[in-house]
């Protein structure tokens, strides 16, 4: 403490590793500083905007918004003033003090963990707010008077660690709103130039829905350079791509190109504009736990909230905003939750955007694979949660498979490339594509050319679940019930397996399934088998062997379905265990346990009983051994 006004603090741990990178690290595009800081200035005017519908008296006779850019090239400090909401003592710790959103502790993850191809790139690759001005300054301060108080604070860091709050003298402080001063680095005396300062907030800010001014130099006369005309309510004939990106960039809190823009405007019983993003890599909070949006909601033109719930959960990648002409001004989050008209616009935008990713599928195949490739795992839930969209999300959706290579399929080319016979979509789930492909179980498939799904995440086996079928074909498991291939025919060249099974094979059958008892539920002769001995499925009824996994793992399955084991009778090994008599029953009960144990870990699992697999093993090699 200094004295009794003012304040000494130290910064949250996340903060002074954020800062602690900045300062030790050299960036490639310092530039982003000054739209992180018009950013925030805008989102203080439209709060005060929406704070001003209930309390007016808040914007006195300064009711018009905008923010200034002041330069004093002679002094190397730069100055970004807002007129909005101003922050309280309390408030300018909070806010300037921590940081709130999970988002930036990901990114300060990933870039310690150095799994950035470049750390020089990542500034600007993710917002990272107010903290980026300490990329250009060796201090800063903050001077703020909350709209309606006769208080004013004085922020003030040179980011090594602390900051200091006091109070600040009325005559020194904004009216209203917060001023930003930045202590230039002797290396970013650059940014006071007038040039450079206009081509940056026209470039990075020129969409803010707040006018810019600058002035050039201390005493100079400001000039407008944004007229604060809100880029979604303009005409799409009449936007630049590059301004689209630069407003992607800002809202999105990204520093990449947006794979897909989507701007309406709905007009009829609910009028409403939407400006929409696809981001072209994924955003760092995409697998959240809350799974929430990140869509901005307008009121003509008034802020109301930065994360209305108006697209589906499964569409959380999506950033941008909906500006609504009949939602009341004075609308609360209660009531945006309660509104019908914002469940009509949440109908009306999440079909829209389901739409235009089905055209983009059907018209740039390789666009929409690279949106596929980042946000499919979160489509997918789509098709578990969203019953009315289903079709729509079918269609949509991409899948790897034992015919796909290292592309996508479609279910329409799956379905368009079935065999004669074949009557439903078959699939394979699990958590390793290579170990799905090596799997027994695909081996009758394989050799009738029978295309199979390969599906390794785990919302996968959820869905699947929840989907009865597409154009008329059902789902089904290669791993659940009977293969269903004896309608489907070999090649010519392939060899044809016996029609009826040796009287030798099915005693062998019989006695495995004796010897196993309890363990298994059934043992079958299988069709699904050409080159393997052995393999575990699951029950015609019931769960697949990954969802079984799956439910078990999460505590949610009270008793395991007994599985299935299919043996292959044209096998030379099952062949030669069938012919041996009677005298060799130790031995062919040690062999039925380990055909069991040989399925269980070609299905990824372990042995059922370690200690017995291991002295069986040994009684097996102990008899090869004798004989050799």
């Known amino acids: 403490m200094t004295d009794q006004k003012t304040e000494t603090r130290t910064f949250e741990a996340d903060v002074s590793r954020l800062l602690h990178m900045m300062v030790h690290s050299v960036y490639s595009d310092r530039d982003v500083f000054l739209r992180e800081l018009i950013s925030n200035a805008a989102d203080a005017c439209e709060k005060l905007r929406f704070e ?162 600058l002035v050039e130099k201390p005493g100079a006369e400001p000039r407008d350079i944004a007229d604060g005309t809100a880029l979604w309510v303009r005409q799409k004939s009449e936007i630049k791509p590059e301004e689209y990106t630069d407003f992607y960039r800002s809202i999105a809190g990204q520093y990449d190109e947006p794979a897909s823009t989507i701007h309406f405007r709905a007009e009829g019983r609910q009028e409403y504009s939407v400006l929409a993003f696809v981001p072209g890599s994924r955003p760092f909070d995409l697998f959240d736990q809350d799974r929430t949006g990140r869509m901005k909601l307008y009121v003509r033109r008034v802020f109301i909230t930065d994360d209305a719930d108006v697209l589906p959960r499964y569409l959380r990648f999506v950033r941008g905003l909906v500006d609504s002409a009949d939602l009341p001004l004075n609308v609360s989050r209660e009531m945006i939750q309660e509104s019908p008209l914002l469940a009509s616009i949440r109908k009306g935008v999440t079909n829209r955007v389901l739409g235009d990713l089905v055209k983009l599928a059907e018209n740039n195949a390789e666009a929409y ?38 592309g996508w399929r479609s279910l329409a080319d799956y379905v368009a490339a079935m065999k004669e016979g074949q009557k439903a979509i078959f699939f394979m789930a699990g958590d390793d594509r290579a170990r799905l492909e090596a799997s027994p179980q695909l081996e009758g498939f394989r050799a009738r050319g029978i295309e199979v799904l390969l599906l390794t995440d785990p919302v996968d086996s959820f869905w699947v679940t929840m989907t009865p079928e597409f154009d008329g074909k059902p789902f089904k498991s290669v791993t659940q019930g009977a293969a269903e291939l004896a309608d489907v025919p070999l090649p010519e060249d392939a060899a044809k397996p016996d029609a009826e099974t040796s009287s030798d094979i099915a005693a062998f059958l019989a006695f495995v399934k004796t010897t196993l008892g309890e363990e298994v539920s059934d043992v079958k002769a299988s069709d699904r088998l050409t080159e393997s001995a052995v393999c575990l499925v699951a029950p015609e009824h019931g769960p697949d062997r990954q969802f079984e996994r799956l439910l078990n793992a999460a505590g949610r399955l009270d008793k395991a379905a007994k599985p299935i084991l299919e043996i292959n009778p044209r096998h030379e090994r099952v062949a030669a265990l069938a012919k041996l008599g009677d005298d060799e029953k130790p031995f062919k009960e040690d062999a039925a346990h380990l055909l069991y144990d040989e399925a269980r870990v070609l299905d990824g699992d372990k042995p059922a009983d370690a200690k017995a697999f291991s002295a069986r093993l040994a009684r097996l090699i102990d008899r090869g051994l004798a004989k050799g």
């Not at 005559?171 to 007038?194: C, F, I, N, Q």
């Not at 490739?373 to 079918?394: A, I, T, W």
């Open 52 to 213: 001003a519908v209930s309390r007016p008296e808040l914007l006195g006779d300064d009711a018009k918004p905008r923010i200034t850019i002041a330069a004093d090239p002679d002094n190397k400090e730069l100055v970004v003033e807002d007129n909005g909401i101003g922050m309280s003592r309390d408030e300018m710790a909070e806010a300037l003090g921590t940081i709130a959103r999970s988002g930036t502790r990901a990114f300060m993850e990933r870039v310690e963990a150095g799994k950035a191809a470049a750390d020089t790139q990542l500034i600007g690759q993710f917002g990272v707010g107010f903290y980026s001005a300490f990329m250009v300054a060796d201090r800063v301060d903050v001077i703020s008077r909350q709209a309606g108080s006769d208080e004013a604070f004085r922020w003030s860091s040179d980011g090594k660690g602390t900051y200091e709050i006091a109070p600040a003298p009325l005559e020194a402080a904004p009216k209203r709103g917060t001023r930003v001063v930045l202590h230039l680095m002797e290396d970013a005396s650059s940014y006071t130039t007038p040039y450079r300062l206009d081509s940056l907030a026209k470039t990075q800010s020129g969409h803010v829905p707040v006018p810019i001014t």
């Open 369 to 406: 694979a690279k949106i596929w490739e980042n946000f499919g795992v979160v489509l997918k839930e789509g098709l578990y949660e969203d019953y009315e969209r289903r079709e729509q999300l079918l269609k949509l959706a991409r899948f790897r498979s034992t015919a796909s290579g290292e």
